[in-house]
């Protein structure tokens, strides 16, 4: 069993900047390919980015590209999502997800392949 504990979300405004984190317990934490999720109020849950188990290799939405910056430290069992020039749009609940049995890349096409989620965190971004 993994726990995926998130934090680090709250109210900024439109061009501010945010730093989630998601600390992870119960596994090996350097064997996952960690993402994270975000739902909108009456969305659906959509892909932000996604990281390879080396940290390596990192993947975005288009909607976040160039904004956000994903990056993990396999000493802290920790992944971060540092958010940048946050928009109204941005404003969702974040999850963080792990997986042992996809790369960070299938993460960002489809979350079959995910194994645990966290329980979220509330990000809102004021006009």
């Known amino acids: 069993q993994v726990q995926l504990v998130e934090s680090g979300g709250g109210l900024v405004q439109a061009g501010g900047s945010l730093r989630l984190s998601c600390a992870a317990s119960?596994?090996?934490?350097?064997?996952?390919?960690m993402g994270w999720f975000r739902q909108a109020p009456g969305k659906e849950r959509e892909f932000a980015a996604a990281i390879s188990r080396s940290g390596i290799s990192t993947y975005y939405a288009d909607s976040v590209k160039g904004r956000f910056t994903i990056s993990r430290d396999n000493a802290k069992n920790t992944v971060y999502l540092q958010m940048n020039s946050l928009k109204p749009e941005d404003t969702a609940v974040y999850y963080c997800a792990a997986s042992f049995r996809a790369t960070g890349q299938a993460m960002s096409m489809t979350t079959l392949g995910i194994d645990y989620w966290g329980k979220g965190t509330l990000v809102t971004v004021s006009s």
């Open positions: 119960g596994r090996t934490f350097s064997s996952a390919a």
